[in-house]
């Protein structure tokens, strides 16, 4: 199978599709000013105390209290809470090895026995503000590496269960005690078997001087809340979790995320350096490697899948409801039961797919086709389960129910893609009418005589839909042509399928867009 990651990076937002034999699988977005990422780590301070929850409300920063719940707090966190009030009181980085760890903290324990109003506590997010939910916190501090997990103010080894040869998983153990600092525990990851001391030791190193780079920021911090450990970028942060050697390419076109990418794909995979590639082209990433599309043709509220059948999904705020219709499909020739089984089978597939794709968490409803052989059941119910294996997310499936529903649980860290390809008229803001669209081109070169002779930019770009670029650019004598002679060769127009159909944008040479609208434009 070829895997490819494809990123594109945007003045506002950076986003990252995965493909795996050029068809869409995942698909990640946020904003570049985006906080409150899983992993980051906060000094924050305790705001309410809810002894009905067994929880306290805590200030990070976010417009929404984040919530701590007393099993979060974790077994080694008098620890933690010892650590962080000498880091606040002292001038110099205590040294976690001369921390006593004293008694673990007990399961059965009520939150405000530990805690305070006005405390000020280190605390990691494990999951982003969600709709009107603020963040989830842990006060049990990690550090994910490609093959470790580091994790202060314990001292235990751990191997993935997924690591089933004894020998190796003995060997591994070996290796950490032998290259372990005291009060911290490693979780030896899936993808450390086989590795050498020399490679593990290194990473070691690295997550040890996060967590030295952290204790210092948390020492000097003004003020509480502050951000003092802030999780590697998104790109970086799913390439450390899916990096595999069936990677061929890892497609990117910005300078500074494509330096980042490389940095860190050299550090963990020097052979794998090579896939890491900048694009230069001009036409939008997404649209040259077809993401574009896939992500409209994939994402709507309707999916369709093989031989017109189709999907209805829907959202509310406790679940994801998934309808499955066979839809103008030719029923088969063996019956209604071989119909609905097939139609089942390939919605099964699609629906695995979406399930990626969107970051559908929570509770998954999905109503089949209902079949009346227990056989086909269990087939559709196995069928289900082997298409996700390839999740990463923690996920259970159940059986069909008597009334043809099945029940998925899938971990939620973040909100779920809702991202809508309906395109609203950019050009009659939505009153239906607009002006001759046999002017549009002759508008667009007014802009364009605008931008070169009032505004004096000579090089730029303009973005239009494929569909007017291919009639501007039309004939020998194109209109395209015209304009380069008349205005100059910095005149550049860019086919972009992201844009409706009378919509246009204007990007500078550093690409940067430049407002060209006017009011009149909606009359």
Not at 12 to 20: D, Q, R, T, Y
Not at 313 to 318: M, N, P, S
Not at 323 to 352: F, H, M, T, W, Y
């Amino acid at each position: 199978m070829k895997s490819e990651v494809i990123v594109d990076v945007q003045p506002k937002e950076i986003s990252i599709a995965l493909l795996e034999d050029q068809k869409l699988v995942e698909f990640q977005q946020e904003g570049r000013e985006e906080n409150f990422a899983v992993g980051n780590i906060y000094l924050a301070k305790v705001r309410k105390i809810m002894p009905g929850l067994n929880a306290c409300f805590v200030n990070v920063g976010h417009e929404k209290d984040a919530f701590l719940h007393y099993l979060d707090l974790g077994t080694h966190y008098r620890a933690l809470e010892k650590f962080t009030d000498i880091l606040r009181a002292g001038k110099h980085n205590p040294q976690i090895s001369r921390i006593q760890a004293g008694p673990l903290l007990e399961k059965e324990g009520q939150i405000q026995d530990h805690l305070k109003q006005g405390q000020e506590i280190l605390v990691q997010v494990v999951k982003e503000p969600i709709n009107t939910k603020g963040p989830r916190l842990t006060c049990e501090i990690s550090f994910a590496g490609r093959y470790l997990v580091l994790i202060p103010f314990a001292d235990k080894i751990n191997v993935s269960t997924k690591i089933k040869n004894d020998s190796e998983r003995a060997r591994l153990k070996q290796l950490m005690h032998s290259i372990k600092p005291k009060n911290f525990s490693v979780i030896i990851r899936t993808v450390a078997e086989g590795k050498r001391v020399d490679e593990l030791e290194k990473e070691l190193k690295v997550l040890l001087k996060r967590w030295e780079d952290t204790v210092a920021r948390a020492r000097q911090a003004q003020q509480c809340p502050a951000c003092v450990f802030e999780e590697t970028s998104r790109t970086v942060g799913m390439i450390r979790d899916l990096f595999n050697p069936s990677y061929e390419n890892i497609i990117i076109n910005d300078e500074h995320v494509y330096n980042e990418v490389k940095d860190y794909v050299t550090l963990i995979s020097p052979e794998s350096a090579g896939i890491v590639k900048k694009y230069t082209g001009q036409v939008p990433i997404f649209d040259n490697y077809s993401v574009t599309k896939q992500i409209k043709s994939s994402l709507g509220r309707t999916v369709t899948y093989k031989h017109g059948a189709y999907m209805i999904i829907e959202q509310t705020e406790a679940l994801h409801v998934v309808d499955i219709n066979s839809g103008n499909r030719s029923k088969s020739p063996d019956g209604q039961e071989a119909n609905a089984l097939d139609v089942n089978l390939g919605a099964a597939d699609e629906l695995a797919r979406q399930l990626r794709l969107r970051d559908m968490g929570g509770i998954i409803v999905v109503d089949f086709i209902d079949m009346a052989l227990a056989e086909n059941r269990q087939k559709l119910y196995e069928r289900m389960c082997e298409n996700m294996q390839h999740d990463r997310a923690k996920h259970n499936i159940l059986p069909l129910s008597k009334f043809g529903l099945m029940q998925i649980t899938r971990q939620r860290v973040r909100p779920a893609m809702n991202i809508n390809v309906e395109e609203e008229c950019p050009t009659c803001g939505g009153t239906g009418k607009i002006k001759a669209s046999l002017l549009f081109v002759d508008m667009i070169e007014n802009k364009i005589d605008m931008m070169v002779n009032r505004l004096k930019i000579k090089k730029f770009y303009l973005h239009i839909h494929p569909f007017v670029e291919a009639y501007i650019n039309k004939g020998f004598l194109s209109r395209k042509l015209l304009w380069k002679l008349k205005y100059g060769f910095g005149v550049h127009l860019i086919p972009n399928q992201q844009l409706s159909f009378l919509e246009y944008k204007f990007y500078d040479k550093d690409k940067q867009e430049i407002d060209m609208k006017e009011e009149n434009e909606m009359n």
